[in-house]
């Protein structure tokens, strides 16, 4: 069952690393800070086998693209090695490029773009066999561009070869941009949202051409893409990739019909469905993705993490939790200010913790005096805090409306710590699949009461 | 009760040589107070190019050939204090205004249409996270809205009024005073619709409303909008080419193809008994996340210019079941009902039912039947080489 | 042997099939061209100077040493008094010797005068404009593509030095020291033109490097200098035409600016020379004959080649 018992990898990524923008602008250097680079893909390890599609998904800036970038050697990882049927492709000699770079192709977003406006049909396609000297005949090369038009339903052929890309339509240039990529008859494809510029009743043309030309040339691909239904549609396998981070990987329906992940979870929750009638599940995250400059710590979801782990000695609930713990971020954020609440209620404090306490989440997760205010505020007695909690929480308050706000933060920090933010997860082997969640750690399920979801899915003993 | 009612709408760009292109041709559809209604259509099918031209912002070559757009609502100064119409200036000849108080927005000045715009129709611009000016705080731009279209307001209300605003669409209201670059995508995008509700209109156009926004985010964009409209009753005029997105938050939509309605009516009738050819085909192409084994197969050709387009139909190219009937003219609306009791009869008037364009509507189960099958599109391919 | 006939036959077509679209794409460019008029009302004026440069003495009435009243050189005669006091003193308008456009106060015509200074323009305009876009081009593309490298900026800090360099007083140190020669007066104006060539190319550059096209170029393993030359160079060619054509208008106007202070080469016809002689002979008021044409010769140069450069651009560019 075991894949890799059976076969080698064709590409094995072991914790990539990229970093960009490292150099410091003046006023940095002046002032002294230290540099902060973006850090686009930030430890990640994949192995992709001969013959899959395997599928990244992520929300824009999550590095999925950088990955693919670095897998055709456009960009060189900071940290970390690629593999290439066994050959570090990171430290190649000149000849051994030669040679991957005939084996590799990638194929583009926009089709609009990634044509040289000025090349026919016939030299963009030609190029690559022009440059690795792969036929050297006029003849030769101009049948074999045919014979590749012909294979991606450009046919026939003559009419297309001399077009410049501004004669053709969408469609058509992806349809060029393939053969451009296939015309060497690589073995493995990265393939960038290939289908994302193009016109809904175009699409599936492309991409059913692109999975008949899988098997027709033998090709694995790598397929990037922020549409949970294409990859759906298309992959065997899918790594779900969160600010830099493989947040959970494995077989593609395992994964959308189970996710694991919070993260994953939250994802295919969010998307919407044309089937009619259910009522969907909303996402369950709070806040937005936080800049890949200064990810958080440990694991880089958990501020928005629905499933946050709470403390072994935590005697409340989960939820409880959860919305303590957004409450110390709030305060950190500065999002808090006594302003936050209307100078008339009676108990400043308490107002100011239960305005603290909502949650920026869809209204089915929220408790009733939370939608009933809009979320602007939560019944305590609603939330199950333990009370020395509630007493660092209400001190907390008061030191924000006494203006003190660095002794707020500072007495928050003491109180409400979790393993999430103090570990950087590694992925960990999870049934057919691999998730980077302290949940799934051994003995990581301890002290999670109240979270009831995804619990039950609880890591399986390989 | 119809708050908008678009009759037989066609706008056209008129290009450098004489001809011009038929942006859309003969569009007619309504649009219920409270409702949300879609437009759902690929690009270049004229959907942003009809909202535009609603209130007025078409291009500088775009102009209006035929057709009404009665907007139930008029000019500050020809309504008494309800805000409906007065009689003087419905009978008034020179006045685009009906007996039923409605007003024709298409034959408005554009000076006039500017006491429209934003008032009574708000719109949320398709780069909504460019729309807010850089140089100013995103609270000083919603006062500004407000004190624009409801000068009588002060400026201390219009401020309270902001942050208000701002907080229901789950700002804190604290963040009045930032800019627009202190704000996340989603932020701005809560922001934009905050300031179109500013002066709370009847109409609230979207245009792609979270096509540039991440899922999760899109997620909760989408909840905003129906919380706004539960609370307002505001109706929303959605645009866009993401059928899923549509098929979650619209109670009625037109699907668009060429410049055309193709088939228009009620979401739950258009996806369970689809009608038309062309959204039998966009059903076909389109992935969905639940279902593990699936099949797309794609509509064959490319949509077709609308340079001097002909009469006949303009899907005729692209589709499996085209008849010597479509290459003659465009089908008229037929009531899809009516059609499968009585067969194809005359062309529907209640623009509130399912209709739907085409000649072989009273042949529909045959044609469900087929368009599942990949072979009806894809030899109807090879036969067109 | 019948298989070579075959094979010759095979090279001949694929020779066809090779050169037949890019025939097609030339026919195709000139009809674009000819669109504009002004395009083409700059090509006629740049063919009648070019005309003019190759083949004056066909079109000049006279050699430029004819003088009126003497004729050609070698000039034997000498005027007698009658002569010198009946007849208009040079410079004339329409003097009996039919110098149309009249004579200067040499007794040279003027129309002559004119078409024999055409040379000197277009070698100045077209070698500088060349010299400057030979060196600005390849250095902006080199730049922009090795951007944010030390290449970029030693090339940029270079740029930035060359900026602060004051044009006249350098012009005129080159010249004390190398000599008022014409090449002399090229060098000294391709030194300061290329410059906007360099920074425009490098900006232009740096955003096409961006373009995915190139990104694919790189993935099918193209070299930096294929990337630069097939994918870059021909995207940066549309700005390159029009600086080429600004550098060489401006550079027959310095020429003659540099002329009018005496820094020209004085064995050569220019039209600079011309302007330069009316000055010293203090005959600007008196000889408008003399003072409009080469005003308007150097005028209508400068607008050809603007003209040119702007339709250049346009059938260059791809994108409309």
Redesign the interface.
Known sequence: MDRAEDREPLVEIDGLQKLFDQSQGVVDTILGRDPQPVRAVDGVSLDIYQGDIVGIAGESGCGKTTLGKMLVKLHDPTEGSIRFDGEDITDMTREAEREFRKRVQMIFQDPFESLNPRMTVYDTVAEPLKINDMIESYDERRDRVTEVLEDVGLGPAEVYLDAFPDELSGGERQRVAIARALVVDPDFIVCDEPVSMLDVSIRAGVLNLMKELQSEYDLTYLFISHDLSLIRYMCDRAGIMYLGNMVEQGPTDDIIDDPKHPYTEALFDAVPDVELGEERRRANATGEVPSPRNPPSGCRYHPRCAHIIPPDDWTGSQDAFRRAYQFKLKVRRGDISPESVDSGDIETAEALVEHGLTLDVPEEYRTETEVATGGHRVDLSAVDLPTDTRRVLTEAAEAVLAGDADRAVSTLDDALTTSCAERQPEPQPSGTREVACHRYDDGGADGLDGSGAGLSAAPAED | MTLLEVNDLSIRYAVDDGSSVHATDDVSFSVERGETYGLVGESGCGKTTLAKSLVHLLDDNGYVENGNVWFDGTLPQWSDEQGDATQSVIDDPDKPVRADGKTDLAALTNAQIRDIRWRDIAIIPQSAMNALNPVYKVGDQIVEAILRHEPETTADEAHERARDLLERVGIEPDRADDYAHQFSGGMKQRAVIAMAMACSPDLLIADEPTTALDVIIQDRILEELEKLQEEFGVSILVISHDISVMAEICDRMAVMYGGKVMESGPKDEIFGETANPYTLGLKNSFPTITSADQDLVSIPGTPPTLRDPDDGCRFRDRCPFAIEECHASHPPMYDVEAAESLGRSEEGTDERAHRSACYRIDELEQLRTDAIEESTWTEQRIESR | MATEQSDSG?DGR?IR??WE?RI?RLRRGWDRYTEHKIGVVGLIILIIYALWSIAPGVFAPHSPDWVAYLGEPPIKSRLTGEQIRSLPHPPAFGDPFFAPFGTNSLGNGVLTLVIYSAQNAMYIGLAAGMLSSLVGVPLGLISGFYG?TWIDEAIQRFVDIMYGLPFLPFLIVLVAIRGITTTNIIIGIAVTSWLNNCITVRGETLSLKE???V?????????DT?IIF??IM??VLPISFVFLAQDAAGAVIAQASLAYLGLADFTANSWGLMLENIKSTGYVFKAWWWLIPPGIALMLMAASFYFIGFSMEDVTN??R
């Open positions: 095979q694929s099939r090779r679209p097609e944010d373009r995915s096209y990104e694919s170029a790189k993935v099918a393993g193209a070299s294929r097939r994918h021909p995207n791809p994108q």
